[in-house]
């Protein structure tokens, strides 16, 4: 049932988004045969003194390379409003009746939620990766430098494993995927929560947004105040977050005390929206 509940979910929150990515991927290709137009037709003439059809293809690549940023944001805010509107229907508006008849507990429903979320939000990265790819490896291709970027790439990354050592690198690695997904849940679990108390009270959305710009507010007031913190501790005991000069230990410790906030940071956003919606829901 759960899976059944999961194929649904995924289904009708990417029914709109797909159209998002082949767009995204439309672009993509219409910024690649302008990129190479701009590189062939670019060093044709004088920049000052331009030819019309070299004019013409820097207007084309600057217009096209300004659509396809706007279309990478786009996809993530559209994924973000997308699961924000869905979940607050389907949760917590009158939909919620129906919805809360289903035989899935709300943390169930919850949850299947919140795994849609993160998997949709993966595929935006994966499709914005691909859509990179079309965009840059034409030209690479076309001017024969395909393979000093291979090679500087390789170099750069055999650069990083004889600097911090195999140990760190796979350790940093492991630590950055985890990291990237968790706070993924993060971005979603957030308004979540906030939807979760905003539903407390009469004025829901109002109060949603009440909470969301609030509690922002205060988590960024407390980041401040611990980079200061630790900023004048460094200061005044003359100690740089390093240790023992050792770059691999010291990047590998401060990746784990950031996993160690992004779960926490998760894991509250999680256990509040789990207590609101199992023990506090109120569809009135």
């Known amino acids: 049932m759960l899976k059944k509940l999961f194929k649904h979910e995924f ?6 988004i797909r159209f998002a990515w082949f767009a995204l991927l439309g672009v993509s290709v219409i910024t690649s045969i302008s990129f190479l137009a701009y590189q062939s037709l670019g060093n044709q003439s004088d920049y000052y003194n331009p030819t019309l059809a070299t004019s013409l293809s820097r207007i084309f690549f600057g217009s096209t390379i300004t659509l396809f940023g706007l279309a990478i944001v786009t996809v993530f805010i559209l994924t973000e409003v997308m699961f924000v509107v869905r979940f607050y229907r389907s949760m917590l508006s009158s939909e919620g009746y129906l919805t809360h008849s289903l035989p899935f507990r709300a943390d169930q429903m919850m949850n299947i939620k919140l795994i849609t979320g993160v998997l949709v939000f993966l595929i935006n990265i994966l499709i914005t990766g691909a859509a990179l790819c079309i965009v840059f490896l034409p030209s690479m291709i076309a001017n024969s430098s395909i393979v000093t970027v291979w090679n500087g790439f390789w170099a750069s990354i055999e650069a990083i494993f004889n600097g911090l050592g195999v140990g760190y690198t796979i350790i940093l690695i492991v630590e950055g995927i985890i990291i990237l997904l968790v706070s993924l849940l993060g971005t979603i679990l957030y308004p979540v929560m906030c939807m979760s108390i905003g539903q407390r009270f009469k004025n829901r959305i109002i ?6 710009i609030g509690i ?30 050792n770059v691999g230990l010291t990047l590998t410790v401060w990746g784990a005390v950031a996993l160690l906030v992004f779960c926490g940071m998760s894991a509250a956003y999680y256990f509040i929206s789990k207590h609101m919606l199992t023990k506090k829901l109120n569809l009135l």
Do not use: H
């Not at 109060?207 to 969301?212: G, I």
């Not at 611990?226 to 200061?235: G, K, L, R, T």
């Open 207 to 212: 109060m949603s947004v009440v909470f969301y």
């Open 11 to 16: 289904n009708d929150f990417t029914k709109i």
């Open 216 to 245: 922002n507010w205060a988590l960024e007031f407390i980041g401040m105040i611990a980079a200061i913190s630790f900023s004048i501790a460094f200061v005044y005991t003359d100690t740089l977050p390093f240790i023992n000069d």
